[in-house]
């Protein structure tokens, strides 16, 4: 019996050292893995509540930091450098929005020679901001980075209908307080 105890003892302490070691590494250098969880960013999101000028309603905004999960976002530069790898750090933002376009109130860009419709087509991306208000610089790397005519997440969306987008902003600092959402396009048609 105080065999097993003793070996019992052992196991317990090799354990407790091996948690104790990956904590202070995981601490030390920063780095997480990919596929690790994203971290809960303190960043005050805007209210809910109408974007710009438009009848597209912000239902709710949340936030966080962690890895690209996608291959790497290159601009169109011949060998241009990747502005964010796979697994780097990045912001995260999601997005519950609703359209409240109506025959009634329709959207802009309307198709021309059809019926008037407020399905709408929509482009969404975030300012950042530190505490003193100042604009924090940042790539929005959303797939598919740097193809569509504005950065940003796309959704379609027919009136009345909910959509939650996932926003992707490379940044190499953790200094943002809050952050704004920009309705880069909204319309009837696809943009040009």
């Known amino acids: 019996m105080d065999t097993r105890r ?21 601490l030390r250098t920063g780095k997480p893995e990919i596929g690790v969880t994203p971290s809960s960013a303190a960043v005050e999101p805007p209210g809910p509540g109408y974007i710009g000028n ?4 912000l239902i709710s905004a949340t936030s966080s930091y962690g890895p690209y ?18 697994g780097n750090q990045c912001f995260i933002v999601n997005l519950t929005v609703r359209n409240d376009y109506t025959l ?5 860009n309307q ?7 407020a399905s709408v087509y929509v482009f969404l991306t975030v300012r950042l901001y530190d505490k003193a208000g100042n604009n924090i610089q940042a790539i929005d790397v959303t ?8 950065p940003g997440a796309y959704a379609p969306l027919q009136s009345g ?3 939650t987008v996932t926003i992707y902003m490379a940044i190499s600092q953790k200094n943002i307080d809050r952050f704004g959402v920009v309705l880069e396009y909204v319309g009837n048609i696809p943009p040009p």
């Open 111 to 117: 198709m021309q020679q059809t019926e008037p419709s």
């Open 104 to 108: 009634d109130n329709l959207p802009p």
């Open 69 to 86: 999960p996608f291959a790497s976002a290159i601009p169109p530069q011949p060998s241009a450098t990747p502005v964010i790898e796979k």
């Open 143 to 150: 797939p598919p980075y740097d193809e569509p005519p504005f």
């Open 6 to 26: 003793k070996a019992l003892a052992i196991l317990l302490a090799a354990i407790i050292a091996v948690a104790v070691g990956a904590t202070i590494y995981v």
């Open 54 to 57: 438009s009848s597209i309603y």
């Open 161 to 163: 209908q909910n959509a």
